[in-house]
C-alpha cells in the first residue's frame, strides 16, 4: 500500500504509534488465524462479506505466478527478453540465455540490467541499420505509439545464413510495465519460402500452362503464369474460385479424372480438346496429368500445352491434302533418283495408274514419252535445280501408250545445305487447250488468208484487229488501223448521214448489216466493197464486238466495165466485118470488071488513065476493108516466124518519109533478137500505125524511139489480161509526146476512137493494131502520162522454127489449055455473078448460073452428070451453099466445090458448118486468083 | 445408507492460491476413490463469487460442504487428512 494514496495523511507521532500498533495486530492476527487453521486456509472473510487473503496464501500465489510465467517464457523456441520502461532487460528466458554466440546479446549474465536500447543503438556492421529500426521499434511501443512492432532480419554466422522475425510488445496494456522483446529463428520459414519462389519462378517461365490442385481439398495449389493466360484470369482470382468452376467442369467430373490419373500410376496420355476463352475466342489445348503423393496426399500436377498453332498447321496440311488430292491437275513429287514419291489422285488417274500404287516403283521419266522425258531430263529439270523451277509444255505418257499434252512446272526443294532433297512437279492436262489452239490457229491463218478486208471492231466501233486483205485493199497496216475508229478511218463522204445511222441501228440492234459501201483509202483514193457487219455477242450476251467483212467490188466493177466495153467492141467487130463483107462484094465486082475492061486493049488504050484511077481506089477501098477484117480479127493471117529487127530495118527509110523532118527516129534494138511468130505485112502494118500515132501527138517535134528486146513473161493478170508464160519477142515504140490521160488510155483501142480533128484520122489504127496483135496471140500496152510521152509495148510470141528459106520465085506456068469443064456457079449478089461468070467464061469455062440455093439444085437436076464444079457463095438467102452441095452430093457424090465468101475461111467454117481443107476463095478476088482456085479445085 | 445415494459436494475456493488447490485436487482424488460415479462437485471461487460466499456464511476457504446425503457437514481445510475427512462425511464405515 502507498501511503501517499490515503485519504487521509496520519500526521505526528500518535499517528506513526497507531500505524505500529495495527502492523502489530495485524501480523499476531495472522499468527493466530495461522495456528487456529492449521496453515490450510488461504482466505477469511467476514460477516460482510469482506475476504481477506492471508500473506502466505499471497506470497505462495506470486511464486507460482512467477514459475508459470518462467515456465511459458522457457518453453517458447524464441529468445525473450523483458525490458523495463526504460529499455533495461528485467530478465531473459532460458533460449536467450542459451544462445550465444550468433546472437549480438551475447556475454556473461544474459545481459541482464543492460540497456536493450542502448545495446541496438550501439550497434556496428552489417546488422547496424536494422538494429537501429529495432531500437525506434521498442521507443515506439513503451511509449505507447504503437501495440507492437516487428522486423525481419537476417542474423550472419559464419556457417549459415540466419533469419529471424524480431516482436517487440508491451507488457501489459499498461505501457508504465515495460516490453517483450522476442526474437524468433524463421530460417526455415524463409527458406521454405525462398524455395516456394524459386518454384514459382521456374514454373511461370515454363510456357505449358501449369496448375496444381491439392486431390484432398480439391482447392489450388499452385498456378503459373501461363495457366493464368489460358484461363484468361489473374492468379489471386483463380486460386479463389473452385477448380472445377475455373476449368468449367462439374466438381464429380474432375473427380473422377483425378483418381483415374491416381489409380493408373503411370502419367495418362494426353488428351487434346478445344476450350473456349472468355473472350470468345477458342483454343485447342492438350492436357497431360500426373498424380504427386506426399504423404497420404495426393496433388494432381496437370500440364496444358496450347497447341492452337500446331492444330492449326495440321488443320491447314489437311485442308491442302484434301486439295492437292482433289485438284483436276497432277501433283507429284520425287527424289533426286528419279524415282516418283507421291502422286495424288489426279496423277494416277492421268497415268493410267491404279489408286494403290507404291510410287517407288515408278522412273519419272517412263511416265513421259522419249521427246519429252529428253525435254524434262536435259532442260526442265537441270533449269529448275539452278533457278528453282521450270515450266514448260511437255507430254505425259499413260500406261496404254496414250500420249497427252500437258503444261508443267517442275520445283526443285531444297535443304538448308542446297542439295536438292526432293523435286515436285505440277501438270494440267492440256489437250483440250492443243486442240483449240489449233484450231484458232487455223481460223487465225484462214482469216490472214482472206481475200476480204475483215475488221474486228469494239462496240464504239474503234478497230481491234484487221487482217492483211484490209491492208492490201486501204491501205493502212495494221498498226496504224488498230486503235482507230473504223468510221473515221475510211469514211469516203459518199454516203450520207442517213446511210450511216441505219447501218448502226441494224447493227445495234443485233442484226447484220449487207450492202455496197465506198470508201477511201490511206492514199484518198476511193473504193467500193460488198460490206458485211456482224455484231459479236460477249459472255453477258451483249454485243461487244464487230465483225466487218468487205468484199472488194472494184475489180469486178472494173471487170464489169471490160465485159462492156469487151461487148462493144465485139458488136463494132461483127458490124465492122459486116459491112465489110458486103464491101468486098462491091469491090470484087468493081476491080473485076475493071481488070476485064483493062483486059479489052482497045478499051484500055482510051481510057487507059481513067480506069487505073478506078483501080486505084478500088485498091484503097479494099486495104481499108481489110482493116476492118484485121480489126474484128477476122482477115487471114498468114503468120510466119519474122525477124522483128529486120523487118524494123526495112521500114525505117519509109518511116523517116511518114514522120517528117522535125521527129528524129533512133532505133535500139537488141542484137540477137529471137524470131516472132507473126503475118510480116501485119507487123509492117502495126509499126507504122505506132509511129504515125506517135508522130500525131508530137506536132511540135520530138523523138521517136523503136526498141525491140527478148523477154519472158510469166503466168499472170496484167491490165485485166490473162497473160500466158512463154519466151516473147518485145517492140516498144516510145514517144515524147503529149501523152494521154486515163481515159484515154481506157478507150485507146475502141474503134473510131480517135483524139484527133475531124478528117485526120479513121479511128481504126490503132483499134486495127489491137486486132493484129490479139490474133497473133500477143499483148500490147501502153504506159503514159499527160505531158511525158508515151511508150507502146508489143509482145510477139517468139517462134520456135526457123526462118524460112527465101522462096524461089519460079512461078511454074501450065501449058494454057483451053478447059472443057461446066461449072455450076451460085452467088445471090448479081454483080459478084455476073463478074465470075465473065471470069470463067473467058478462061473457057462453060457456066450455069444461079441467084440461089433451090435454084442452083433445079438447074443441076436439069444438067445431070454434066456439071463437074460447083462454085457457090457460103452464105445466101434460103439454101446456102454448104446445104446446096450437102443435096446435090445426093444425086452425085463425087462433085467438087469451090466456096466463095466474103468473111475469112475461118469465120465462114464457124457461122455454117463447112469443112476446113474445102477450097475457099475470099471475095474480093482478082480475076487470076479466082481461075487459079477453080482450076485448083477442079484438079484435086 | 443406502450405497447408491449421490453424494453432492461444494467447495468454497480462494482463486489459485496453495491450500484452495490441494482441496480442489484431494476432493477430486477421494471422490474417484470412494464414489466413483456417484458425486457432483462444484467449486465456488470468493474472489469471482464474494457474495454467494457471503450469504453460504463462509468465513474460510477452503470450505468443502456436503450438500448431500444428509445431513448436511462442513469441513475446512486441504482435505489432506482422508480418513478424517470420510468420517466427517459418513464414509468411513463404507471404505471399511
Given at each position: 500500500?502507498?501511503?501517499?494514496?490515503?485519504?487521509?495523511?496520519?500526521?505526528?507521532?500518535?499517528?506513526?504509534?497507531?500505524?505500529?500498533?495495527?502492523?502489530?495486530?495485524?501480523?499476531?492476527?495472522?499468527?493466530?488465524?495461522?495456528?487456529?487453521?492449521?496453515?490450510?486456509?488461504?482466505?477469511?472473510?467476514?460477516?460482510?462479506?469482506?475476504?481477506?487473503?492471508?500473506?502466505?496464501?499471497?506470497?505462495?500465489?506470486?511464486?507460482?505466478?512467477?514459475?508459470?510465467?518462467?515456465?511459458?517464457?522457457?518453453?517458447l523456441p524464441a529468445y525473450i527478453a523483458?525490458?523495463?520502461?526504460?529499455?533495461?532487460?528485467?530478465?531473459v528466458n532460458e533460449a536467450w540465455q542459451r544462445f550465444g554466440s550468433g546472437n549480438v546479446l551475447h556475454g556473461?549474465?544474459y545481459e541482464?540490467?543492460?540497456?536493450y536500447?542502448?545495446i541496438c543503438?550501439?550497434a556496428q556492421g552489417d546488422d547496424a541499420s536494422e538494429l537501429h529500426q529495432v531500437?525506434?521499434g521498442?521507443?515506439?511501443?513503451?511509449?505507447?505509439?504503437?501495440?507492437?512492432?516487428s522486423i525481419e532480419y537476417p542474423c550472419h554466422s559464419p556457417t549459415e545464413l540466419l533469419w529471424f522475425l524480431l516482436t517487440v510488445?508491451?507488457?501489459?496494456?499498461?505501457?508504465?510495465?515495460?516490453?517483450?522483446v522476442m526474437h524468433l529463428n524463421i530460417t526455415e520459414r524463409k527458406r521454405a519460402e525462398e524455395t516456394l519462389l524459386r518454384?514459382?519462378?521456374?514454373?511461370?517461365?515454363?510456357?505449358?500452362?501449369?496448375?496444381?490442385?491439392?486431390?484432398?481439398?480439391?482447392?489450388?495449389?499452385?498456378?503459373?503464369?501461363?495457366?493464368?493466360?489460358?484461363?484468361?484470369?489473374?492468379?489471386?482470382?483463380?486460386?479463389?474460385?473452385?477448380?472445377?468452376?475455373?476449368?468449367?467442369?462439374?466438381?464429380?467430373?474432375?473427380?473422377?479424372?483425378?483418381?483415374?490419373?491416381?489409380?493408373?500410376?503411370?502419367?495418362?496420355?494426353?488428351?487434346?480438346?478445344?476450350?473456349?476463352?472468355?473472350?470468345?475466342?477458342?483454343?485447342?489445348?492438350?492436357?497431360?496429368?500426373?498424380?504427386?503423393?506426399?504423404?497420404?496426399?495426393?496433388?494432381?500436377?496437370?500440364?496444358?500445352?496450347?497447341?492452337?498453332?500446331?492444330?492449326?498447321?495440321?488443320?491447314?496440311?489437311?485442308?491442302?491434302?484434301?486439295?492437292?488430292?482433289?485438284?483436276?491437275?497432277?501433283?507429284?513429287?520425287?527424289?533426286?533418283?528419279?524415282?516418283?514419291?507421291?502422286?495424288?489422285?489426279?496423277?494416277?488417274?492421268?497415268?493410267?495408274?491404279?489408286?494403290?500404287?507404291?510410287?517407288?516403283?515408278?522412273?519419272?521419266?517412263?511416265?513421259?514419252?522419249?521427246?519429252?522425258?529428253?525435254?524434262?531430263?536435259?532442260?526442265?529439270?537441270?533449269?529448275?535445280?539452278?533457278?528453282?523451277?521450270?515450266?514448260?509444255?511437255?507430254?505425259?505418257?499413260?500406261?496404254?501408250?496414250?500420249?497427252?499434252?500437258?503444261?508443267?512446272?517442275?520445283?526443285?526443294?531444297?535443304?538448308?545445305?542446297?542439295?536438292?532433297?526432293?523435286?515436285?512437279?505440277?501438270?494440267?492436262?492440256?489437250?483440250?487447250?492443243?486442240?483449240?489452239?489449233?484450231?484458232?490457229?487455223?481460223?487465225?491463218?484462214?482469216?490472214?488468208?482472206?481475200?476480204?478486208?475483215?475488221?474486228?471492231?469494239?462496240?464504239?466501233?474503234?478497230?481491234?484487229?484487221?487482217?492483211?486483205?484490209?491492208?492490201?485493199?486501204?491501205?493502212?497496216?495494221?498498226?496504224?488501223?488498230?486503235?482507230?475508229?473504223?468510221?473515221?478511218?475510211?469514211?469516203?463522204?459518199?454516203?450520207?448521214?442517213?446511210?450511216?445511222?441505219?447501218?448502226?441501228?441494224?447493227?445495234?440492234?443485233?442484226?447484220?448489216?449487207?450492202?455496197?459501201?465506198?470508201?477511201?483509202?490511206?492514199?484518198?483514193?476511193?473504193?467500193?466493197?460488198?460490206?458485211?457487219?456482224?455484231?459479236?455477242?460477249?459472255?453477258?450476251?451483249?454485243?461487244?464486238?464487230?465483225?466487218?467483212?468487205?468484199?472488194?467490188?472494184?475489180?469486178?466493177?472494173?471487170?464489169?466495165?471490160?465485159?462492156?466495153?469487151?461487148?462493144?467492141?465485139?458488136?463494132?467487130?461483127?458490124?465492122?466485118?459486116?459491112?465489110?463483107?458486103?464491101?468486098?462484094?462491091?469491090?470484087?465486082?468493081?476491080?473485076?470488071?475493071?481488070?476485064?475492061?483493062?483486059?479489052?486493049?482497045?478499051?484500055?488504050?482510051?481510057?487507059?488513065?481513067?480506069?487505073?484511077?478506078?483501080?486505084?481506089?478500088?485498091?484503097?477501098?479494099?486495104?481499108?476493108?481489110?482493116?476492118?477484117?484485121?480489126?474484128?480479127?477476122?482477115?487471114?493471117?498468114?503468120?510466119?516466124?519474122?525477124?522483128?529487127?529486120?523487118?524494123?530495118?526495112?521500114?525505117?527509110?519509109?518511116?523517116?518519109?511518114?514522120?517528117?523532118?522535125?521527129?528524129?527516129?533512133?532505133?535500139?534494138?537488141?542484137?540477137?533478137?529471137?524470131?516472132?511468130?507473126?503475118?510480116?505485112?501485119?507487123?509492117?502494118?502495126?509499126?507504122?500505125?505506132?509511129?504515125?500515132?506517135?508522130?500525131?501527138?508530137?506536132?511540135?517535134?520530138?523523138?521517136?524511139?523503136?526498141?525491140?528486146?527478148?523477154?519472158?513473161?510469166?503466168?499472170?493478170?496484167?491490165?485485166?489480161?490473162?497473160?500466158?508464160?512463154?519466151?516473147?519477142?518485145?517492140?516498144?515504140?516510145?514517144?515524147?509526146?503529149?501523152?494521154?490521160?486515163?481515159?484515154?488510155?481506157?478507150?485507146?483501142?475502141?474503134?473510131?476512137?480517135?483524139?484527133?480533128?475531124?478528117?485526120?484520122?479513121?479511128?481504126?489504127?490503132?483499134?486495127?493494131?489491137?486486132?493484129?496483135?490479139?490474133?497473133?496471140?500477143?499483148?500490147?500496152?501502153?504506159?503514159?502520162?499527160?505531158?511525158?510521152?508515151?511508150?507502146?509495148?508489143?509482145?510477139?510470141?517468139?517462134?520456135?522454127?526457123?526462118?524460112?528459106?527465101?522462096?524461089?520465085?519460079?512461078?511454074?506456068?501450065?501449058?494454057?489449055?483451053?478447059?472443057?469443064?461446066?461449072?455450076?456457079?451460085?452467088?445471090?449478089?448479081?454483080?459478084?455473078?455476073?463478074?465470075?461468070?465473065?471470069?470463067?467464061?473467058?478462061?473457057?469455062?462453060?457456066?450455069?448460073?444461079?441467084?440461089?440455093?433451090?435454084?442452083?439444085?433445079?438447074?443441076?437436076?436439069?444438067?445431070?452428070?454434066?456439071?463437074?464444079?460447083?462454085?457457090?457463095?457460103?452464105?445466101?438467102?434460103?439454101?446456102?451453099?454448104?446445104?446446096?452441095?450437102?443435096?446435090?452430093?445426093?444425086?452425085?457424090?463425087?462433085?467438087?466445090?469451090?466456096?466463095?465468101?466474103?468473111?475469112?475461111?475461118?469465120?465462114?467454117?464457124?457461122?455454117?458448118?463447112?469443112?476446113?481443107?474445102?477450097?475457099?476463095?475470099?471475095?474480093?478476088?482478082?480475076?487470076?486468083?479466082?481461075?487459079?482456085?477453080?482450076?485448083?479445085?477442079?484438079?484435086? | 445408507?443406502?450405497?447408491?445415494?449421490?453424494?453432492?459436494?461444494?467447495?468454497?475456493?480462494?482463486?489459485?492460491?496453495?491450500?484452495?488447490?490441494?482441496?480442489?485436487?484431494?476432493?477430486?482424488?477421494?471422490?474417484?476413490?470412494?464414489?466413483?460415479?456417484?458425486?457432483?462437485?462444484?467449486?465456488?471461487?470468493?474472489?469471482?463469487?464474494?457474495?454467494?460466499?457471503?450469504?453460504?456464511?463462509?468465513?474460510?476457504?477452503?470450505?468443502?460442504?456436503?450438500?448431500?446425503?444428509?445431513?448436511?457437514?462442513?469441513?475446512?481445510?486441504?482435505?489432506?487428512?482422508?480418513?478424517?475427512?470420510?468420517?466427517?462425511?459418513?464414509?468411513?464405515?463404507?471404505?471399511?
Amino acid at each position: 500500500m502507498n501511503p501517499r494514496k490515503t485519504p487521509s495523511p496520519p500526521r505526528g507521532r500518535d499517528a506513526d504509534e497507531e500505524v505500529s500498533a495495527l502492523i502489530e495486530t495485524l501480523h499476531q492476527t495472522e499468527q493466530r488465524l495461522e495456528q487456529l487453521t492449521s496453515g490450510e486456509v488461504d482466505t477469511v472473510a467476514d460477516s460482510h462479506g469482506r475476504t481477506f487473503l492471508l500473506r502466505r496464501a499471497q506470497d505462495q500465489l506470486r511464486h507460482s505466478e512467477a514459475a508459470k510465467q518462467a515456465a511459458i517464457l522457457n518453453a517458447l523456441p524464441a529468445y525473450i527478453a523483458l525490458l523495463d520502461t526504460q529499455g533495461r532487460i528485467i530478465s531473459v528466458n532460458e533460449a536467450w540465455q542459451r544462445f550465444g554466440s550468433g546472437n549480438v546479446l551475447h556475454g556473461p549474465g544474459y545481459e541482464v540490467g543492460l540497456n536493450y536500447l542502448e545495446i541496438c543503438d550501439s550497434a556496428q556492421g552489417d546488422d547496424a541499420s536494422e538494429l537501429h529500426q529495432v531500437a525506434e521499434g521498442i521507443r515506439s511501443v513503451l511509449a505507447g505509439g504503437v501495440k507492437s512492432f516487428s522486423i525481419e532480419y537476417p542474423c550472419h554466422s559464419p556457417t549459415e545464413l540466419l533469419w529471424f522475425l524480431l516482436t517487440v510488445m508491451p507488457l501489459a496494456d499498461d505501457r508504465s510495465l515495460g516490453a517483450v522483446v522476442m526474437h524468433l529463428n524463421i530460417t526455415e520459414r524463409k527458406r521454405a519460402e525462398e524455395t516456394l519462389l524459386r518454384f514459382g519462378a521456374a514454373m511461370d517461365a515454363i510456357v505449358d500452362a501449369i496448375y496444381l490442385v491439392d486431390r484432398s481439398s480439391m482447392r489450388f495449389v499452385h498456378i503459373n503464369d501461363a495457366a493464368c493466360r489460358l484461363l484468361n484470369q489473374t492468379r489471386e482470382k483463380l486460386l479463389a474460385l473452385e477448380p472445377w468452376v475455373a476449368l468449367a467442369t462439374s466438381r464429380a467430373e474432375l473427380e473422377r479424372a483425378y483418381d483415374t490419373v491416381i489409380a493408373s500410376g503411370v502419367a495418362a496420355e494426353p488428351l487434346e480438346m478445344l476450350r473456349h476463352r472468355d473472350d470468345g475466342s477458342q483454343v485447342w489445348v492438350e492436357l497431360r496429368r500426373h498424380a504427386q503423393r506426399s504423404g497420404d496426399r495426393w496433388t494432381i500436377v496437370t500440364l496444358v500445352r496450347d497447341i492452337t498453332e500446331r492444330k492449326r498447321a495440321e488443320q491447314a496440311l489437311t485442308r491442302l491434302v484434301a486439295i492437292i488430292e482433289a485438284t483436276p491437275d497432277m501433283v507429284a513429287t520425287g527424289d533426286p533418283n528419279g524415282h516418283a514419291l507421291y502422286y495424288n489422285a489426279a496423277g494416277l488417274r492421268m497415268l493410267g495408274f491404279e489408286p494403290g500404287l507404291d510410287p517407288s516403283t515408278v522412273r519419272i521419266l517412263d511416265t513421259h514419252p522419249d521427246w519429252a522425258a529428253k525435254l524434262v531430263a536435259e532442260t526442265g529439270i537441270p533449269y529448275a535445280i539452278e533457278h528453282g523451277t521450270w515450266s514448260g509444255e511437255t507430254a505425259l505418257l499413260r500406261r496404254d501408250g496414250r500420249e497427252i499434252p500437258i503444261s508443267q512446272v517442275i520445283i526443285a526443294h531444297k535443304g538448308p545445305d542446297g542439295s536438292v532433297e526432293y523435286l515436285s512437279t505440277i501438270a494440267r492436262d492440256i489437250t483440250e487447250r492443243k486442240r483449240a489452239e489449233a484450231e484458232l490457229r487455223l481460223q487465225s491463218a484462214a482469216l490472214n488468208a482472206a481475200a476480204d478486208a475483215i475488221v474486228i471492231t469494239d462496240r464504239n466501233g474503234m478497230i481491234e484487229w484487221v487482217n492483211p486483205a484490209f491492208t492490201a485493199l486501204t491501205g493502212y497496216r495494221a498498226e496504224e488501223a488498230i486503235g482507230k475508229n473504223q468510221g473515221e478511218l475510211i469514211k469516203s463522204g459518199v454516203h450520207d448521214q442517213v446511210f450511216y445511222q441505219n447501218l448502226w441501228d441494224t447493227i445495234l440492234a443485233g442484226h447484220t448489216w449487207q450492202g455496197e459501201m465506198t470508201n477511201r483509202r490511206k492514199d484518198r483514193s476511193v473504193y467500193i466493197v460488198d460490206q458485211t457487219i456482224t455484231s459479236v455477242k460477249g459472255a453477258r450476251d451483249e454485243t461487244d464486238h464487230f465483225i466487218g467483212i468487205g468484199r472488194d467490188l472494184t475489180e469486178r466493177k472494173t471487170l464489169e466495165a471490160q465485159v462492156r466495153q469487151a461487148s462493144k467492141m465485139d458488136a463494132v467487130g461483127k458490124l465492122a466485118s459486116g459491112v465489110a463483107h458486103d464491101f468486098n462484094n462491091l469491090l470484087t465486082v468493081i476491080l473485076g470488071f475493071a481488070d476485064l475492061m483493062a483486059a479489052d486493049v482497045a478499051m484500055a488504050s482510051e481510057h487507059e488513065t481513067d480506069l487505073g484511077e478506078i483501080i486505084k481506089a478500088a485498091r484503097r477501098a479494099e486495104a481499108l476493108t481489110r482493116q476492118l477484117l484485121a480489126f474484128s480479127r477476122q482477115q487471114v493471117l498468114q503468120t510466119a516466124p519474122v525477124d522483128v529487127n529486120g523487118l524494123i530495118t526495112g521500114m525505117t527509110g519509109m518511116l523517116g518519109r511518114l514522120i517528117g523532118e522535125n521527129i528524129e527516129v533512133s532505133l535500139a534494138l537488141a542484137p540477137n533478137l529471137s524470131l516472132a511468130l507473126a503475118d510480116r505485112g501485119q507487123l509492117e502494118q502495126v509499126v507504122m500505125n505506132l509511129v504515125v500515132n506517135a508522130r500525131d501527138a508530137m506536132p511540135d517535134g520530138g523523138s521517136v524511139t523503136i526498141e525491140t528486146a527478148d523477154v519472158e513473161l510469166e503466168n499472170s493478170s496484167f491490165h485485166a489480161e490473162t497473160v500466158m508464160h512463154g519466151r516473147y519477142v518485145m517492140l516498144a515504140i516510145t514517144d515524147t509526146g503529149s501523152g494521154m490521160t486515163k481515159e484515154t488510155q481506157r478507150r485507146l483501142f475502141e474503134p473510131f476512137f480517135t483524139t484527133k480533128e475531124a478528117g485526120k484520122g479513121t479511128g481504126l489504127g490503132l483499134s486495127t493494131t489491137y486486132g493484129i496483135i490479139k490474133q497473133s496471140k500477143g499483148y500490147i500496152w501502153v504506159y503514159s502520162e499527160p505531158g511525158r510521152g508515151t511508150t507502146f509495148k508489143v509482145y510477139l510470141p517468139c517462134s520456135n522454127r526457123e526462118l524460112p528459106l527465101p522462096a524461089v520465085n519460079s512461078v511454074v506456068t501450065a501449058p494454057v489449055k483451053r478447059p472443057s469443064e461446066t461449072v455450076l456457079l451460085t452467088e445471090d449478089e448479081a454483080g459478084v455473078r455476073q463478074l465470075a461468070k465473065r471470069i470463067l467464061e473467058n478462061a473457057g469455062y462453060r457456066v450455069l448460073e444461079a441467084a440461089n440455093g433451090d435454084e442452083g439444085e433445079r438447074l443441076f437436076a436439069q444438067h445431070s452428070g454434066s456439071i463437074d464444079l460447083l462454085v457457090t457463095d457460103v452464105i445466101m438467102p434460103g439454101c446456102g451453099g454448104p446445104e446446096l452441095l450437102s443435096r446435090l452430093h445426093v444425086q452425085s457424090p463425087t462433085l467438087r466445090v469451090l466456096y466463095m465468101s466474103g468473111y475469112t475461111e475461118q469465120s465462114a467454117a464457124t457461122q455454117t458448118g463447112i469443112d476446113r481443107g474445102i477450097p475457099f476463095v475470099q471475095k474480093p478476088f482478082t480475076a487470076a486468083e479466082f481461075v487459079r482456085q477453080v482450076r485448083k479445085a477442079l484438079d484435086r | 445408507m443406502s450405497r447408491r445415494a449421490l453424494f453432492k459436494f461444494r467447495l468454497y475456493v480462494a482463486g489459485d492460491a496453495l491450500n484452495s488447490a490441494q482441496a480442489v485436487a484431494n476432493l477430486t482424488a477421494l471422490c474417484l476413490a470412494h464414489l466413483p460415479d456417484r458425486h457432483e462437485i462444484e467449486v465456488v471461487d470468493v474472489f469471482l463469487e464474494p457474495k454467494r460466499a457471503l450469504s453460504d456464511g463462509i468465513l474460510m476457504t477452503p470450505t468443502l460442504v456436503k450438500l448431500a446425503p444428509p445431513p448436511a457437514r462442513r469441513i475446512v481445510g486441504t482435505l489432506s487428512q482422508t480418513q478424517t475427512v470420510l468420517q466427517a462425511l459418513g464414509l468411513e464405515a463404507v471404505a471399511t
